[in-house]
Structures are given as structure tokens and as C-alpha cells.
């Protein structure tokens, strides 16, 4: 079946402008999350859903960086007014449920802010 | 914060080689898991190990945990130039969901 996709899978965006990094989580997974992941560094943890409610944002860098779910399926990461350390790989996974520890990944976004 | 730390961060063998992949974390924890990545895109999930547990296999991988000193260790045995990736240890906990944690990653090459 499909596994996770991501969209765009490179952005290229000058400081200052808004993104939207997209999220396709596996159909029928519940749970989704957001990482970033700076050159040759592990994965931060952003943001989790369940359905579409985040009881999780305590990851999230700052008032710029915000995200939403809607139909408990596609996600959305949006980032105001770039700046230059905001250039990582943005990698979404989803979950079956809860319950279940195995993530599954998508390829990841590349965002790279000039 | 990084829950796990790998050990060490980065390794180069020769092909055929066994590799041993050193994982370290700090609270309790109710699972562990390994991550492949390659080519610093989506991860692949490869062997989960719970808390209960001591030793697990899965083909050319052997996880152990020992929880009284917090430290997990990888082994890929027989390795081949397609297992160089970077390998992360993940910790799962719960806290309201399961919340998964991963380290930096240990770079390994694999020398045809």
C-alpha cells in the first residue's frame, strides 16, 4: 500500500516568506508527527496528532512554526517569516494508533531558506 | 532534549564485518527501537525491543537492552556496502501517548 508522503520534497524560500510543508500520512493511521532534522543531527520532535487535535506541541521552536490536521489525515506545517535556521529536513511519520510505537516515515521535506 | 545517545557516531568496516552500534538513555523506558536512514531522507523502522526483554533478533540484526544501565547495542552482522546508513536508537515512554524519542544517529560506512 502507499506510505507517507511529502510535498513539496524541496522548498527553496527567502527569509522573511511563509511556508507550507505538507504531510500524507499512511491511510487510517491515527497518530502523526512532526521532526526536524538540522545537517548531520538527530531528529527533533515538533508536534504530535491524534485524529486532528495536537496534545502535543511542545516541540515547536516558536509562535512562527504552527500546524493543523484536518479529517484526521492530511497535515499541514506552516512556518511565518523563514529565517535561516529554520533550513533542516522536515520528516512527518504516522502511527497506527496510540498504542503503537513503530513510525512510519515519509521522505521528508528539505527546506532550504537563503 | 535527546533522550538516547549513540555510540559511536560514526564507524567504517569492511565489508563482511560485524558492526556494533551502542545506544545510551537516560529515564525508563518501555520499549526501544533501531532506525535506518539513508541519505539523510525517511527512516526505516528495523527491530523494536520492549522493556521485559533482554535479546532480539530479526535476520542479520541482534538488538540487546539492558535496562539497569539504560544502554541498548545493535549488531548487524556479515555487512554488506547496502547496510551503510546512519542508525538511530529510539525510546519509546508513555505520557498520555507513546511518545518516541531519538538520539543523533551513528554514521556507518561500509567498505565494499
Known amino acids: 500500500g502507499a506510505g507517507v508522503s511529502q510535498s513539496p520534497s524541496n522548498k527553496v524560500t527567502e527569509k522573511g516568506k511563509d511556508v507550507e510543508l505538507r504531510c500524507d500520512p499512511i491511510?487510517?493511521?491515527?497518530?502523526l508527527y512532526w521532526y526536524r532534522q538540522s545537517l548531520g543531527q538527530g531528529l527533533e520532535f515538533l508536534i504530535y496528532?491524534?485524529?486532528?487535535?495536537?496534545?502535543?506541541k511542545s516541540g515547536l521552536p516558536s509562535d512562527r512554526f504552527s500546524a493543523e490536521r484536518t479529517g484526521g489525515s492530511v497535515s499541514t506545517l506552516t512556518i511565518q517569516r523563514t529565517q535561516q535556521e529554520d533550513s533542516a529536513v522536515y520528516l512527518c511519520?504516522?502511527?497506527?494508533?496510540?498504542?503503537?510505537?513503530?513510525?512510519?516515515f515519509g521522505p521528508g521535506t528539505r527546506l532550504t531558506v537563503t | 532534549s535527546q533522550q538516547g545517545e549513540e555510540d559511536p557516531q560514526a564507524l567504517s568496516i569492511q565489508e563482511g564485518e560485524n558492526a556494533t552500534m551502542n545506544c545510551s538513555y537516560k529515564?525508563?523506558?518501555?520499549?526501544l527501537q533501531w532506525y535506518r536512514q539513508n541519505s539523510g531522507r525517511g527512516l526505516v523502522h528495523l527491530i523494536l525491543?520492549?522493556?521485559?526483554?533482554r535479546e532480539k533478533h530479526s535476520g542479520r540484526l541482534r538488538v540487546t537492552l539492558d535496562t539497569s544501565k539504560k544502554s541498548s547495542s545493535l549488531l548487524i552482522t556479515a555487512s554488506r556496502a547496502a547496510d551503510t546508513a546512519s542508525y538511530f536508537c529510539?525510546?519509546?515512554?508513555?505520557?498520555?501517548?507513546?511518545?518516541?524519542?531519538f538520539g543523533i544517529g551513528t554514521k556507518l560506512q561500509v567498505i565494499p
Open positions: 511519520a504516522s502511527s497506527s494508533d496510540t498504542l503503537s510505537y513503530e513510525q512510519y
Open positions: 491511510s487510517g493511521h491515527t497518530a
Open positions: 496528532f491524534q485524529g486532528n487535535s495536537a496534545p502535543d
Open positions: 529515564t525508563s523506558i518501555n520499549n
Open positions: 525491543i520492549r522493556s521485559n526483554e
Open positions: 529510539a525510546t519509546g515512554t508513555s505520557g498520555g501517548y507513546q511518545k518516541v524519542t
